[in-house]
């Protein structure tokens, strides 16, 4: 099947009891036994089968399997927010002792957790100097458990070497880590590059329509763990915490996401609701064609302002002149993401005018809604950074940064145009 169709089908063909077209609510916690040994198997992980909620539920299974398709792993978790995906990923293969590499340029939050909040653990997360593959390997050392990036930076768009970063890192026995959230697998697929372990904030273009806080990893099924079983040893090892399983044996493939599920999420509990892995359904079914005229929209929005006159600059990665170009054309061919940043004529004072001044485009700190969005970092996100700390990490006064959403694109462009021409100091 092609994406537009997984989207749509996979991990469901209607209930058989019900008959019931649309992915059911199961609404539950727990699920029956049938009998004592029936109890049994399924803790023993001899039958397949659904146990308590917070360590899986129907309808999310649909919304996993459906990910795990769109994205070519072997199958996938969903847990309650993005962050959590990425928390999990990393406290599944690290321990006291080791550190992540990663690199530079990640969405705060992303940041925060690697540069503040695992050292606090003894996770250490170290940040390679620039995007290149060789400033990456530079930190990998044998207490390496993974190399981590996004394929396309949240906010600055940049596009991750993604081959280059998985072939240092398979080079040194540690998996590339992918935070596909702003590409999503209509663009870009990781794991066709190399990529271990996929990850998604749910919450902005999968689920689409910014209602839904949700997150997946998705295990590429790929990545040799017994190869290292003394690094991996959660993996190749007995599960003391789980009766003695092993991972590598008992999943094969899968055992990186399965130990995901039973461990990470079984004991810490950041599961999916299931109402919201229905909402989150109903976003993936229309993902492709949403893509699709954000991809487009993005493109008219760019144009428009690099032509006007009251714009400074736009940063696109779209424009064959542009420092991003070469990278996202490699990997994301002929259509950019729709995050866009651009600098109004005038500085921090005009900046904030032609913010204040939009009508249509909502402002807000999120992305990958429906709607167009739109946030001024100096006066918002990054108000309490120095202006040398703001320059350090792409922030300017004037900067605007922009979500295009799904729109009439002359609505959109006219809203930017008397915005723009309020900007005026
Ligand atoms: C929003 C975002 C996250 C965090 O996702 P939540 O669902 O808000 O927890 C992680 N990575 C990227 C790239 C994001 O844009």
């Given at each position: 099947?092609?994406?537009?169709?997984?989207?749509?089908?996979?991990?469901?063909?209607?209930?058989?009891?019900?008959?019931?077209?649309?992915?059911?609510?199961?609404?539950?916690?727990?699920?029956?036994?049938?009998?004592?040994?029936?109890?049994?198997?399924?803790f023993n992980l001899?039958?397949?089968?659904?146990i308590?909620?917070?360590i899986?539920?129907?309808?999310?299974?649909?919304?996993?399997?459906?990910?795990?398709?769109?994205?070519?792993?072997?199958?996938?978790?969903?847990?309650?927010?993005?962050?959590?995906?990425?928390?999990?990923?990393?406290?599944?293969?690290?321990?006291?002792?080791?550190?992540?590499?990663?690199?530079?340029?990640?969405?705060?939050?992303?940041?925060?957790?690697?540069?503040?909040?695992?050292?606090?653990?003894?996770?250490?997360?170290?940040?390679?100097?620039?995007?290149?593959?060789?400033?990456?390997?530079?930190?990998?050392?044998?207490?390496?458990?993974?190399?981590?990036?996004?394929?396309?930076?949240?906010?600055?768009?940049?596009?991750?070497?993604?081959?280059?970063?998985?072939?240092?890192?398979?080079?040194?026995?540690?998996?590339?880590?992918?935070?596909?959230?702003?590409?999503?697998?209509?663009?870009?697929?990781?794991?066709?590059?190399?990529?271990?372990?996929?990850?998604?904030?749910?919450?902005?273009?999968?689920?689409?329509?910014?209602?839904?806080?949700?997150?997946?990893?998705?295990?590429?099924?790929?990545?040799?763990?017994?190869?290292?079983?003394?690094?991996?040893?959660m993996l190749?090892k007995p599960e003391p915490s789980y009766h003695g399983v092993v991972y590598?044996e008992h999943y094969?493939?899968?055992a990186?996401?399965a130990r995901c599920r039973t461990v990470c999420q079984r004991n810490?509990?950041?599961?999916?609701?299931?109402?919201?892995?229905?909402?989150?359904?109903?976003?993936?079914?229309?993902?492709?064609?949403?893509?699709?005229?954000?991809?487009?929209?993005?493109?008219?929005?760019?144009?428009?302002?690099?032509?006007?006159?009251?714009?400074?600059?736009?940063?696109?990665?779209?424009?064959?002149?542009?420092?991003?170009?070469?990278?996202?054309?490699?990997?994301?061919?002929?259509?950019?993401?729709?995050?866009?940043?651009?600098?109004?004529?005038?500085?921090?004072?005009?900046?904030?005018?032609?913010?204040?001044?939009?009508?249509?485009?909502?402002?807000?700190?999120?992305?990958?809604?429906?709607?167009?969005?739109?946030?001024?970092?100096?006066?918002?996100?990054?108000?309490?950074?120095?202006?040398?700390?703001?320059?350090?990490?792409?922030?300017?006064?004037?900067?605007?940064?922009?979500?295009?959403?799904?729109?009439?694109?002359?609505?959109?462009?006219?809203?930017?145009?008397?915005?723009?021409?309020?900007?005026?100091?």
């Open positions: 099947m092609k994406p537009e169709t997984m989207a749509i089908h996979v991990g469901y063909d209607g209930d058989p009891t019900t008959k019931a077209v649309a992915v059911p609510i199961y609404q539950t916690i727990a699920f029956q036994f049938d009998s004592a040994d029936h109890g049994a198997a399924l001899e039958v397949e089968g659904n308590y909620t917070r899986g539920n129907p309808t999310n299974t649909i919304l996993e399997k459906r990910v795990a398709a769109l994205e070519g792993g072997v199958d996938a978790l969903s847990v309650s927010s993005g962050m959590a995906s990425i928390h999990y990923s990393i406290i599944n293969i690290a321990e006291v002792g080791t550190n992540i590499v990663s690199l530079p340029q990640l969405y705060g939050a992303t940041y925060t957790l690697l540069a503040s909040v695992l050292p606090r653990q003894g996770i250490q997360g170290r940040f390679a100097a620039s995007d290149s593959p060789e400033d990456v390997e530079k930190l990998i050392d044998e207490n390496t458990r993974a190399v981590f990036c996004e394929s396309v930076g949240n906010p600055a768009g940049n596009v991750a070497d993604i081959e280059g970063l998985a072939r240092v890192a398979h080079k040194h026995g540690v998996p590339l880590i992918v935070d596909n959230t702003v590409a999503t697998p209509i663009l870009l697929r990781p794991i066709e590059y190399g990529a271990d372990v996929v990850l998604h904030s749910m919450t902005k273009f999968m689920g689409g329509h910014g209602t839904t806080l949700g997150g997946m990893i998705v295990d590429g099924g790929h990545f040799p763990w017994i190869k290292y079983p003394d690094r991996y040893y190749t590598t094969g493939a899968a990186f996401v810490t509990g950041s599961t999916l609701a299931p109402l919201n892995g229905f909402l989150l359904l109903q976003g993936v079914e229309t993902l492709a064609l949403r893509m699709e005229r954000h991809v487009e929209n993005a493109r008219k929005v760019a144009e428009f302002l690099r032509a006007h006159p009251r714009v400074e600059w736009v940063n696109y990665a779209g424009f064959p002149d542009s420092p991003l170009y070469p990278m996202a054309h490699r990997y994301l061919g002929d259509r950019f993401c729709s995050l866009l940043t651009f600098g109004v004529k005038g500085g921090f004072e005009a900046g904030r005018k032609c913010f204040d001044a939009f009508r249509l485009f909502q402002r807000m700190v999120n992305m990958g809604d429906a709607k167009s969005l739109t946030c001024h970092p100096a006066s918002t996100t990054h108000r309490q950074l120095s202006p040398e700390e703001q320059a350090k990490v792409g922030v300017t006064p004037e900067m605007i940064r922009l979500s295009v959403g799904i729109e009439h694109i002359d609505d959109i462009l006219a809203d930017l145009d008397q915005a723009l021409n309020k900007a005026i100091v």
